[in-house]
């Protein structure tokens, strides 16, 4: 997947940015939850199929403590925060639990990346992820904790990304 740079000066937006790929196109859209469904063909229109997404962004811990990242995944997955490799899980169907991370309050890069299952395999596409802390129980990471920097140098706009009609990159 490219590069893209953002704007430092902007105020976040809601939603990660997130990259679709087959191997040969790359669409790009804004999504404001970390999961797919898994009753689709391709969880997105422009796509026949799907072979690798990643969602990247912001996270915001609202509190300071020991955070643990989770994923009920049909293929493989990898949850990095601040650059720091927190999950990594493959499976089928199966529910994976990362190491618990020490996070402060405020914001915290996020990318996460999620692998279907081989062409040749029959299993759905899945992947949900999740959060837990000793403040919280276990549950999906919730769409106002994740957000992003607009684009800096790209002419395309964020009103185009929401709507994945609009852009494709390839």
Avoid: M
């Avoid at 299993?123 to 000793?134: E, I, L, M, Y």
Wanted: hydrophobic share 35%; net charge negative.
């Amino acid at each position: 997947f490219g590069q893209v740079s953002f704007a430092q000066d902007d105020e976040p937006r809601s939603g990660l940015i997130t990259c679709l790929s087959d191997g040969n196109t790359e669409v790009t859209r804004i999504d404001t939850s970390l999961s797919l469904p898994s009753d689709v063909d391709s969880p997105d229109p422009r796509l026949k199929e799907v072979s690798e997404v990643r969602w990247k962004g912001i996270l915001l811990a609202r509190l300071a403590g020991i955070h643990t990242f989770h994923a009920q995944v049909s293929g493989r997955c990898l949850i990095d925060v601040d650059g720091q490799r927190v999950l990594e899980g493959s499976g089928n169907d199966a529910f994976v639990s990362g190491k618990p991370i020490e996070l402060t309050s405020g914001d915290h890069e996020i990318e996460v990346t999620y692998f279907t299952p081989a062409t040749n395999e029959a299993v759905a596409t899945r992947f949900a992820a999740f959060w837990s802390s000793p403040s919280f129980t276990l549950e999906p990471i919730p769409a106002d904790a994740l957000s992003h920097l607009p684009f800096a140098d790209d002419q395309r706009t964020v009103d185009q990304l929401q709507d994945p009609h609009l852009v494709s990159l390839g």
